[in-house]
């Protein structure tokens, strides 16, 4: 009867705010990462609005913003603490890493991202799996400085995530990088790029791409 329940009384301003503080706090803590919500909302039917969701590692130096997240997920699959999501539509991002030895700093600014297909996000598990991916519009930079590159230390409490995705499409993005002292600037334009069946593996720092197409 909850479940049932549940969808209507989450049209309730009062009950929306309870809502968003909770989920921050449950993502927050499953985690480890201090997660954010200005204004959660609904978009009828089920589909719900988050406005200003930030994600910050607790090193701080990791980071990720969106104007606005339109999502729409399975309710049963969050008591395992997965989410199983049937739209995810991003709008507005931006993205920030910098490593902890300060050798590499990435920066991303992306209009839409908007994630299809069968996909799962495991909370406890520290799992991606995304079936479909689209990214339009955007800039990504990306500086390295060899010197400064430090041997990584070894940090049995942070989250190691592995991330899938069956297929990423990329349209009009535009990448600059630096890699002192070998590069000072390299520039490209990307019209479209289709990558399929790509990996990143934080467990053992490895990063693959079964297949890579551009124009």
């Known amino acids: 009867v909850f479940l049932i329940l549940l969808p209507l009384v989450a049209y309730i301003p ?4 309870l809502l968003k503080e909770i989920a921050c706090s449950v ?19 089920l589909d719900v ?4 969701v ?20 399975e309710l049963i699959p969050l008591l395992d603490m997965q989410v199983v999501p049937q739209k995810l539509q991003l709008h507005d991002c931006r993205y920030r890493m910098r490593s902890a030895d300060s050798s590499m700093l990435l920066n991303a600014s992306v209009d839409y991202v908007k994630v299809g297909g069968r ?12 079936g479909d991916i689209v990214v339009k519009g955007g800039d990504v ?15 049995s409490t ?12 990329l349209e009009d993005i535009r990448f600059a990088m630096t890699m002192l002292p070998t590069i000072d600037t390299l520039k490209v334009a990307i019209d479209r790029t289709v990558l399929r069946n790509g990996v990143v593996d934080l467990v053992n720092n490895h990063i693959k791409a079964g297949y890579i197409a551009t124009s």
Request: glycine share 10%.
């Open 141 to 155: 930079s990306l500086a390295m400085d060899v010197w400064k590159a430090k041997p990584a230390e070894n940090d």
């Open 54 to 73: 930030t994600v910050v590692e607790q090193s701080g130096d990791t980071m990720l913003h969106a104007g606005e997240a339109v999502v729409d997920v």
């Open 27 to 45: 993502a927050s803590d499953a985690t480890g990462m201090d997660i954010s919500i200005d204004r959660f909302g609904l978009k009828f039917p």
């Open 158 to 169: 942070a989250a190691k995530w592995m991330v899938k995705a069956g297929n990423i499409e």
């Open 49 to 52: 609005s988050l406005c200003g």
């Open 119 to 130: 996909s799962l996000v495991d909370l406890g598990g520290s799992r991606v799996d995304v």
């Open 14 to 17: 009062p009950v929306q705010s």
